[in-house]
């Protein structure tokens, strides 16, 4: 495997730690405190025990990550997005192609054109309340019942000249 580098670098370290973190969380003061009755020297030899185990264990977990990292090529696998990412610009800090000002400029031009198109909502709005007030203030003055009465005036007589033919 090639030397640890990017992600898979970061990956192997976390990992170390936390299995180290994990394996020496036991202080010599806890084996002491578990074991009372036992003698100085036996607690120290039980402890040096101890310690051997754990630097055996932990080289195993670390061995065993490796192999399995190995195994599923994950340092490869990491690479490549991180070549990816890299390509993508996807680093926000580092991707500096949109500047304050453009996206300023452009939302200011959104903006307007938003405020242009409710303009002209609001005068397509009012264009017809004052066509509805034109056709509504004939009727409060009476002026178009003269015509439909004049129209239903008519109805009238040729439903009574219709009626008449029909009765002959």
Known sequence: MAAAAGSYGKLDKSFKLAARSILTAFSRE??????PSFTDAERER?????????K?????IV???RNLCDEI???????????FAEEQTLDVLSSDKTSIEDIKERISK???????????????TQERNNA????????????????????LTKLKEWNSAC???NDH
Not at 30 to 35: G, K
Not at 110 to 124: F, M, S
Not at 132 to 151: C, H, S, W, Y
């Open 30 to 35: 806890d084996l002491n405190n578990a074991f």
């Open 110 to 124: 959104e903006k307007k054109d938003e405020i242009e198109l409710l303009k002209g909502l609001l005068e397509k």
């Open 163 to 165: 009626q008449s033919c």
């Open 73 to 83: 090529e994950i340092a490869t696998a990491l690479d490549k997005v991180d070549q």
């Open 56 to 60: 055996s264990l932990h080289g195993n």
């Open 63 to 65: 061995e065993e990550f």
């Open 46 to 54: 039980l402890y040096q025990m101890f310690i051997y185990v754990i």
């Open 132 to 151: 509805m007030k034109a056709r509504i203030e004939p009727l409060k003055q009476g002026e178009d019942f003269n015509d439909t009465r004049d129209v």
